[in-house]
């Protein structure tokens, strides 16, 4: 496809099941990025990939977050044992080369999360 | 201190006039700024991005940067209703690929 897509678009947990998110990022694209977006505030950076490579998840809140991409296109987020303060968009974004400071992400429309 | 500061308004102007947008970032080594819009419900989308100090225009949109006041701004000339939705300001950090997005600047053009 044209652009990054996320599934599902929405997703109901109930507190202490598994969840998990997946991300189709534009064809080509080396770096893939996930962020967490509270309501009313800005998206947070989770974790990043440099092709199947998880070179930074520094942002994951706890261990019950974690993040692959085992050949390098696809990404899945899970989260284990969900929590209310889960709850929030989970956003993907990729951008075409090798990450740097420079390099403009492109994101998709993210999974609204909302754990009961 | 938050490392990147935006107003959150809501910054409300009539149809035809020009928005503002303001914002600050605490990290001197930000070399590069983005601005996303994100309506609502919406993932962001790209709409400017500079690199170095002064002014960067591109159709309704300007972008101004001051490194030395730590300081990135978004003008929108002739603002429509279409206009109206959150504006993302995020640097890029030091050698980092990580963006710090600001909590986001609300606009609403009134028609």
């Known amino acids: 496809g044209a652009g990054v897509s996320q599934s599902p678009r929405y ?18 694209h080396v770096s893939l990025f ?46 284990q044992r969900t929590q209310q303060e889960d709850s929030a968009v989970y956003l993907c974004a990729s951008s075409l080369r090798t ?18 | 201190q938050k490392e990147v500061e935006q107003n959150s308004g809501p910054l409300s102007v009539p149809e035809g006039a020009i928005a503002s947008l303001n914002c600050t970032y605490s990290d001197r080594g930000s070399q590069s700024f983005f601005w996303y819009r994100q309506y609502s419900g919406k993932s962001p989308e790209l709409i400017m991005s500079i690199y170095s100090n002064g002014d960067k225009e591109d159709g309704r949109f300007t972008a101004q940067l001051n490194k030395a006041s730590q300081y990135v701004s978004l003008l929108i000339r002739d ?17 980092s690929y990580k963006l710090i997005f600001g909590s986001g600047t609300r606009l609403l053009v009134r028609p």
Not at chain 1, 11 to 28: E, M, T, W, Y
Not at chain 1, 46 to 71: H, V
């Open chain 1, 34 to 79: 996930w962020y967490q977006q509270a309501l009313g505030q800005g998206p947070e950076f989770l974790t990043y990939f440099q092709n199947e490579a998880q070179l930074d998840k520094s942002g994951l809140p706890s261990d019950r977050f974690f993040a692959e991409r085992p050949e390098g296109s696809v990404s899945t987020l899970k989260i």
């Open chain 2, 79 to 95: 603002s429509q209703p279409s206009d109206s939705a959150t504006y993302l300001c995020a640097p890029g950090m030091d050698s």
């Open chain 1, 99 to 116: 990450a740097n400071s420079n390099q403009p992400q492109h994101f998709g429309d993210g999974t609204r999360l909302s754990i009961l």
């Open chain 1, 11 to 28: 997703k109901v947990a109930k507190r202490g099941q598994d969840v998990a998110l997946r991300c189709d990022p534009i064809s080509g």
